[in-house]
């Protein structure tokens, strides 16, 4: 079974704080590597994806590879309350796109 | 219209109706699936098609029969679902390659009753 492991959380951090997302992965054949943003009663929206080794960074999201490890993180920088939502990682896992989700961790910024 | 659009929003069936959700993507792509989305639980893929073609049937029960008549629409028709069936559905497509994102609507809310 090819999986996809998050911390459960909840996450609560500061506003203005660094906000670390962990994921791991199963398959060491997973090549694309994603991360979605899914607020209250909405959809997934994707924010960062990530395909090589070391880091990507976009804005305040920096994404994190390490395929050795087979560990993906998300950084949040300076964090808003904007950014409570909850956080999926995502890896690809077969032909075709085909996506293996994590069960989300909930983040949860405090004015 | 842009993006990946579901209908209806919500959607509330007894064990003994049949339904319909419907999926319509403007983004060019040409592979689409539905994912169903319970508290507590991952995404779980259901259906992939690929240029029309079903690619994957991930174990889904007789109960939902998809349907991809173009590359641009999608149906999950619904027959004698459980409570349990009750969660969200999400629709999605992508372009059909390696590491091409996912590109999701905003999902059909049912509750089976």
């Known amino acids: 079974q090819k999986e996809v492991e998050q911390n459960s959380g909840p996450l609560s951090v500061p506003e203005g704080a660094i906000a670390s997302l962990n994921c791991t992965y199963s398959?060491?054949?997973?090549?694309?590597f994603f991360w979605y943003r899914q607020y209250s009663g909405k959809s997934p929206e994707l924010i960062m994806s990530?395909?090589?080794?070391g880091d990507k960074e976009d804005g305040r999201f920096t994404a994190q590879l390490n395929k050795a490890s087979q560990y993906v993180s998300l950084l949040i920088r300076d964090s808003q309350p904007s950014d409570s939502a909850t956080y999926l990682c995502?890896?690809?896992?077969?032909?075709?796109?085909?996506?293996?989700f994590g069960k989300g961790i909930t983040l949860s910024v405090r004015p | 219209e842009t993006g990946v659009t579901q209908t209806p929003r919500h959607l509330v069936m007894g064990m003994t109706n049949k339904k319909s959700l419907k999926c319509e993507q403007h983004?060019?792509?040409?592979?689409m699936y539905w994912y169903k989305q319970s508290a507590k639980k991952p995404l779980e893929l259901m259906f992939v098609?690929?240029?029309?073609?079903?690619?994957e049937n991930n174990s889904v029960p007789s109960r939902f029969s998809p349907e991809c008549p173009n590359s641009s629409h999608l149906f999950l028709h619904l027959h004698t679902l459980q409570p349990e069936d009750s969660a969200l559905y999400l629709c999605?497509?992508?372009?059909?390659?390696?590491?091409?994102?996912?590109?999701f609507g905003n999902g059909t809310r049912l509750t089976v009753t």
């Open positions: 999605a497509s992508s372009q059909s390659r390696a590491n091409s994102p996912l590109h």
């Open positions: 398959d060491r054949g997973s090549q694309s």
């Open positions: 990530i395909y090589s080794n």
């Open positions: 995502a890896a690809d896992t077969g032909a075709n796109s085909k996506l293996t």
């Open positions: 983004l060019g792509h040409n592979a």
């Open positions: 098609y690929n240029f029309k073609e079903q690619t």
